[in-house]
T-cell receptor, first 115, second 117 residues
Framework: AQKVTQAQTEISVVEKEDVTLDCVYE???????LFWYKQPPSGELVFLIR??????QNEISGRYSWNFQKSTSSFNFTITASQVVDSAVYFC????????????FGQGTRLTINP | DTEVTQTPKHLVMGMTNKKSLKCEQH?????MYWYKQKAKKPPELMFV???????INESVPSRFSPECPNSSLLNLHLHALQPEDSALYLC????????????????FGAGSRLTVL
């Protein structure tokens, strides 16, 4: 069965600090996709990134970067020079192709950026 | 602005009421989803419609009744709900009609916050 673990329930940092959100996943499938979604106080989940299991390249998008390591089953998310607008709940999620074929979310990490 | 529109944003209903939540998307997406999210929890899948047909029902109680009148609209009819059904109900859509495809990126609406008294 698939499982996504976000061990950090809440993180609070001061603006401009770098912060890393951890995500560890479990799946028996060799083909799967990993996602990060952001949920601001307004409620909607905003898609941030998708990574497939065959692509271990790290990705950088502005202040956001993602580190995918199959060897440790981790897909961590780093925000550089955090801003107050980054405050939100962040969800890591997994979908496999051959298993349940539905998006499995981690429990989420509530990130608070203080001015 | 989100491309998935949900109405109403807030709904308060009694346990004997009948109400509906509505969701609309005009992106040409072929799969639409209902999720339920309790406070401080991740979203939980309820239903999936693929090509306007119900393809997944996650053993949701019959007091929740989904309907997909056309490819752009998704409704969730509510009847005889319980206080524990109070939650944020999120609608989502995806381009592919195959929900299990990892290529699917879900686009979510802002949700309808339901309170059952």
């Amino acid at each position: 069965a698939q499982k996504v673990t976000q061990a950090q329930t809440e993180i609070s940092v001061v603006e401009k600090e770098d912060v890393t959100l951890d995500c560890v996943y479990e799946t028996r499938d060799t083909t799967y996709y990993l996602f990060w979604y952001k949920q601001p106080p307004s409620g909607e989940l905003v898609f941030l990134i998708r990574r497939n299991s065959f692509d271990e390249q790290n990705e950088i998008s502005g202040r956001y970067s993602w580190n995918f390591q199959k060897s440790t089953s981790s897909f961590n998310f780093t925000i550089t020079a955090s801003q107050v607008v980054d405050s939100a709940v962040y969800f890591c999620a997994l979908i496999d192709i051959q298993g349940a074929q539905k998006l499995v979310f981690g429990q989420g990490t509530r990130l608070t950026i203080n001015p | 602005d989100t491309e998935v529109t949900q109405t109403p944003k807030h709904l308060v209903m009694g346990m004997t009421n009948k109400k509906s939540l509505k969701c609309e998307q005009h992106m040409g997406h072929r799969a639409m989803y209902w999720y339920k999210q309790k406070a401080k929890k991740p979203p939980e899948l309820m239903f999936v419609y693929s090509y306007e047909k119900l393809s997944i029902n996650e053993s949701v109680p019959s007091r929740f009744s989904p309907e997909c009148p056309n490819s752009s609209l998704l409704n969730l009819h509510l009847h005889a709900l319980q206080p524990e059904d109070s939650a944020l109900y999120l609608c989502a859509s995806s381009r592919s009609g195959q929900p299990g495809s990892g290529a699917n990126v879900l686009t979510f609406g802002a949700g309808s916050r339901l309170t059952v008294l």
